[in-house]
């Protein structure tokens, strides 16, 4: 480890930050990262790639009152450099770009300052960057924003998500006609005749390797000669949208790596930051850590992994631990017809966002959000939380809906909040008469397909994720060629006999048909003057629309209709979940009958086999009460 002062070397175009263990050169004014320099490679980044194409800030926006979650994207080039601090410990340096009202209509009318950070003894540097609307400025919407670093395809080959998400991957030449054949999703090709053989008949798709906020930490790739990792790091997810759950790229082939601040994956529209004119905002986008390793006295190149992990630090250039405040308390979950007392919420998640309905911290992108796990016993303790108004926040595997505790709460510097018990009161009307699943917000624990043989990533055979596989919506025909799911009750089991989404059904070349899903009960005594109620929490809706109907799949109108809801696009991605949407649908006692009884579930729309569907978390019917009875 080196003890040299960090140096900064202003030239024409570009500006060097070295502290003896690397040395990163970015250009200016631009601010985009062209080389780093470390280990005797001389530069990490891809040297066939123009400057302006290696490391880089980008954001894609559109006027107001554009729909959808496209619009114009451009690299983030700066107009004037400054810099910030410079002394033998530190240099932080500045790169702007201002927004005048002669730029409307062709830039995002933004101030962005981007930022970049290398510390003394520090085998990496940070990134962030200031995003600011200025009131008088005009209404637009930010569907993204992220920073990429293009590495060198001929040094790493090898990428880290996660401990079991790791593995050689192609190369960009592979995904190209004639070595690579474009399949139905744009994202996604089949690896025909790959430079290396060992991938001829995968499929290459960036969304196989996506990853939920709360579980992006360290991703990065892995060059073995010289041994050296590049990384990724995330101090803190309170930047990022839509809270934990949320799921962002990290990797995929190029060598690329991704730092998401800001998306519409797996959301979709719902997920667009969409500014008024009037409206100030300001935001600040990171930071991450690019961190930088080699082995010392080990030969397995993959101990870089395990370092990268424990690389975690705490950064100086933002509010102190001292200038944010901390909420703890325990909640605790009140269901009487599960328990006569209340119950510890277990492994709940429970956090701050900006103040809001119910729930909707799940699209919420303008301001931070911090969250934590609860213990065994409920307890939680947020820590390192922005001045600011919030809404606590939370739901409880096991548990449907979403909890929100009544009172705004107001976090000032130093703060220490102590809510005590929290208790959650989860929707319910009566008695659970059956279920299928299990409340946790994921279709993953329904039946999953193996993939057709044609279509697989050998990385998620056999794996817990195996719903990574792609094309696995077109395995529901294979399995119900001629009659849709029936499931029964009592004899039917949700990991085996529920498919994990309720997708179209091929009826013939290029011609698809909504479905309708069975299933069967039966009552013994049936309350003809009660009510009963159906809880149908959905993992994902794309394009779909989900109706019930009581013992007669022909009744017209439904007895419940979502209507058309989502954007997700969780089938074509992978993701196995999207938004969380919660339905009650009251059923009138007096459609249900002594014994044998159906409850059918049509999704009519067919669009596509892939752009219309239904993930179900769980499904619940209940019982009249007592006072329905």
């Known amino acids: 480890m080196s003890s040299q002062r960090v140096k900064l070397h202003i030239q024409e175009r570009h500006v060097v930050m070295d502290n003896g263990i690397l040395q990163v050169t970015i250009s200016k004014p631009e601010g ?7 280990n005797g490679i001389s530069n990490l980044l891809e040297v066939r790639n123009n400057e302006s194409d290696r490391g880089y800030w980008d954001l894609v926006w559109s006027k107001e009152g ?4 496209t619009g114009t994207s451009y690299v983030i080039k700066g107009t004037y450099f400054k810099v910030i601090v410079e002394n033998e410990e530190q240099v932080e340096i500045s790169f702007t770009k201002l927004w005048d009202p002669s730029l409307e209509g062709q830039l995002a ?26 009131q008088e400025w005009p209404a637009f919407n930010l569907p993204q924003t992220r920073i990429v670093f293009k590495l060198r395809k001929d040094k790493f080959h090898y990428m880290v998500v996660a401990d079991n998400r790791q593995r050689y991957m192609p190369l960009p030449e592979d995904r190209l006609s004639p070595r690579g054949k474009p399949l139905d999703v744009p994202e996604a090709v089949l690896l025909v005749d790959p430079v290396e053989p060992e991938f001829k008949g995968e499929v290459d798709d960036k969304y196989q390797y996506s990853c939920e906020n709360r579980n992006v930490q360290a991703h990065g790739w892995i060059c073995f000669e010289p041994p050296v990792g590049f990384w990724q790091i995330t101090p803190s997810n309170e930047f990022r949208s839509g809270g934990p759950l949320k799921q962002n790229l990290t990797c995929h082939v190029g060598p690329i790596n991704l730092a998401m601040f800001l998306s519409a994956h797996y959301v979709g529209e719902d997920m667009v930051l969409k500014f008024k004119h009037g409206e100030p905002w300001k935001k600040v986008f990171g930071p991450v850590f690019i961190y930088l390793n080699t082995l010392l006295d080990e030969n397995d190149p993959l101990l870089l992994w395990e370092d990268a992990k424990e690389q975690f630090p705490s950064f100086r250039g933002f509010p102190s631990c001292s200038q944010r405040g901390s ?3 325990r909640l605790l979950v009140r269901d009487r017809h599960a328990s006569d007392s209340d119950i510890p919420a277990n492994g709940a998640y429970v956090g701050l966002a900006p103040p809001g309905d119910t729930g909707s911290w ?24 922005r001045t600011g108004n919030y809404n606590l926040n939370g739901w409880v595997p096991g548990f449907i809906g979403d909890y929100r505790y009544d009172a705004a709460i107001t976090i000032t510097e130093g703060c220490d909040i102590d809510l005590g018990d929290v208790v959650y009161e989860p929707p319910r009307d009566g008695p659970t008469l059956w279920e299928i699943g299990i409340p946790d917000r994921s279709a993953a624990k329904f039946y999953v397909p193996d993939p057709d043989p044609k279509y697989i990533n050998k990385l998620y055979v056999s794996h817990p994720d195996r719903f990574r596989q792609y094309g696995l919506w077109e395995r529901y025909t294979d399995l119900y060629p001629d ?34 899903w069975q299933i069967k009960f039966s009552l013994e005594n049936a309350n003809k003057s009660g009510t009963y109620n159906l809880r149908l929490a959905l993992a994902t809706a794309n394009s779909a629309e989900l109706q019930v109907r009581i013992n007669d799949p022909g009744t017209n109108p439904p007895l419940f209709s979502t209507g058309v809801i989502g954007h997700d696009n969780t089938i074509t991605r992978h993701g196995i979940h999207g938004l969380y949407r919660l339905y009650s649908v009251e059923v009138p006692g007096a459609q249900l009958l002594e014994g044998d009884n159906s409850i059918f579930l049509t ?9 219309a569907g239904i993930m179900y ?12 009875s």
């Open 362 to 385: 799940q699209i919420e992108s303008k301001g931070y959000q911090f969250w934590a796990e609860a213990d065994k016993d409920g307890y939680f303790c947020i820590n390192n939380i």
């Open 66 to 69: 554009s729909t959808g979650t």
């Open 483 to 516: 009659e849709d799911l029936v499931y029964t009750i009592g004899t039917s089991d949700y990991r085996r006999d529920w498919f994990f989404a309720q997708v179209p059904r091929k009826i013939g070349d290029g011609k698809y048909q909504g479905t309708t």
């Open 32 to 38: 985009i990262v062209t080389g780093i320099r470390y």
């Open 109 to 134: 009318p933004l101030n962005l300052d981007k930022r970049f950070i290398m510390l003394r003894n520090s085998s990496g540097f940070y990134s962030y960057a200031i995003f600011e609307h200025l």
């Open 603 to 611: 999704q009519p729309m067919f669009t596509s086999p892939f752009q």
């Open 617 to 628: 978390d769980y499904i619940r019917l209940e019982g009249p009460t007592s006072s329905n």
């Open 327 to 329: 909420v703890s308390g």
